[in-house]
């Protein structure tokens, strides 16, 4: 359960908006339209084995990011006290 002082920050909301762009991308019908061919070529791959290694890629970085930047653990408020008097848990 998350502390009543616990937000979002704008990291937070960057790293949401980068995985929902990813995976978007990711489950676009649209490659479908490149099926059973092999032009064009992308790195030397086919278009849809390159465009799958780029989008792994993509999240791979913002995964990492995300990672680095302890995305997920809550910011508390260090001046607020908690319900028992004491001030933020460490």
């Given at each position: 359960m998350r502390p009543n002082d616990a937000k979002m920050s704008g990291k937070a909301k960057l790293i949401w908006i980068l995985l929902l762009i990813g995976f978007a991308c990711m489950e676009f019908p649209g490659v479908f339209f490149f099926k059973d061919k092999a032009?064009?070529?992308?790195?030397?791959?086919?278009?849809?084995?390159?465009?799958?290694?780029?989008m792994w890629a993509y999240m791979v970085v913002v995964i990492l990011y995300a990672y680095?930047?302890?995305?997920?653990?809550?910011?508390?408020?260090?001046?607020?006290?908690?319900?028992?008097?004491?001030?933020?848990?460490?």
């Open positions: 032009e064009p070529y992308i790195f030397g791959f086919p278009f849809i084995y390159a465009f799958n290694l780029i680095m930047s302890n995305w997920g653990e809550p910011k508390f408020d260090e001046n607020k006290k908690d319900e028992n008097g004491g001030g933020a848990a460490e």
